[in-house]
């Protein structure tokens, strides 16, 4: 292989595209941090810790594909054992912001499912136990396999920022949960 980006390697042509990407959000991210309340500057601190992490991991991976022609899973696992912990420090944060009532159980429920599944991910992907354990180990993080009570999740949360406060969507796995999360008042 080269050791330069070809106009038709489109793999690492979508590296190149995220890395600046992920570039141009921490600037606007560690920017704008500046610019909002103080209960959401940590928030967007951490948000840009993120995109800066990947931005310098893609750089990696991107190099890593144009010079080998394979998946860069050692640098994609480094990232993501960086990167994920600190996304699920964004969610329990912007929580917090928003004014809900959030344990610090909920905190280790979701740090602790991350690494579950990341290092089940990296031991399947990496030939270390079958991919298909690896997967269902990774899965089990956010699935039904045992209940929320064990830190185990079946939804997703969306978050809408409107001018009489935040707006909770849960987008369960069998659709759209009817019922919000109601705003503690602090």
Same mark, same amino acid.
């Given at each position: 292989?080269?050791?330069?980006? $070809?106009?038709?390697? %489109?793999? =690492?042509?979508?590296?190149?595209?995220?890395?600046? $990407?992920?570039?141009?959000?921490?600037?606007?991210?560690?920017? !704008?941090?500046? *610019?909002v309340?103080?209960?959401?500057?940590?928030?967007?601190?951490?948000?840009?810790?993120?995109?800066?992490?990947? @931005?310098?991991?893609?750089?990696?991976?991107?190099?890593? &594909?144009?010079? @080998? /022609?394979?998946?860069?899973?050692? %640098?994609?696992?480094?990232d993501? #054992?960086?990167?994920?912990? #600190?996304?699920?420090? !964004?969610?329990? #944060?912007?929580?917090?912001?928003? /004014?809900? $009532?959030?344990?610090? /159980?909920?905190f &280790?429920?979701?740090?602790? =499912?991350?690494?579950?599944?990341?290092?089940?991910?990296?031991?399947?992907? *990496? =030939? &270390?136990?079958?991919?298909?354990?690896?997967?269902?180990? +990774?899965? =089990? +993080?956010?699935s039904?396999l045992? +209940?929320? !009570?064990? /830190?185990?999740?079946?939804?997703?949360?969306?978050i809408?920022?409107?001018?009489?406060?935040? %707006?909770?969507? *849960?987008?369960? #796995?069998?659709?759209? !949960?009817?019922? *919000?999360?109601?705003?503690?008042?602090?």
């Amino acid at each position: 292989m080269s050791s330069y980006l $070809a106009s038709t390697d %489109y793999v =690492g042509i979508s590296f190149w595209i995220v890395s600046v $990407a992920m570039f141009a959000a921490t600037v606007f991210f560690l920017y !704008e941090g500046m *610019n909002v309340k103080s209960s959401w500057r940590v928030s967007l601190l951490v948000v840009g810790l993120v995109t800066l992490i990947a @931005t310098v991991h893609y750089y990696y991976m991107r190099e890593h &594909w144009v010079n @080998t /022609g394979e998946s860069p899973i050692v %640098y994609r696992y480094i990232d993501w #054992l960086l990167t994920v912990p #600190l996304q699920m420090i !964004e969610f329990y #944060l912007i929580l917090v912001a928003a /004014g809900l $009532a959030v344990s610090t /159980g909920v905190f &280790w429920r979701l740090l602790i =499912g991350t690494l579950v599944m990341l290092l089940g991910g990296y031991a399947g992907e *990496n =030939g &270390w136990i079958s991919p298909t354990l690896g997967f269902v180990i +990774g899965m =089990g +993080g956010s699935s039904k396999l045992r +209940g929320v !009570e064990y /830190g185990e999740f079946d939804h997703f949360m969306f978050i809408t920022m409107t001018e009489k406060g935040p %707006y909770f969507s *849960n987008l369960m #796995l069998d659709g759209i !949960e009817d019922k *919000n999360i109601r705003k503690v008042n602090k």
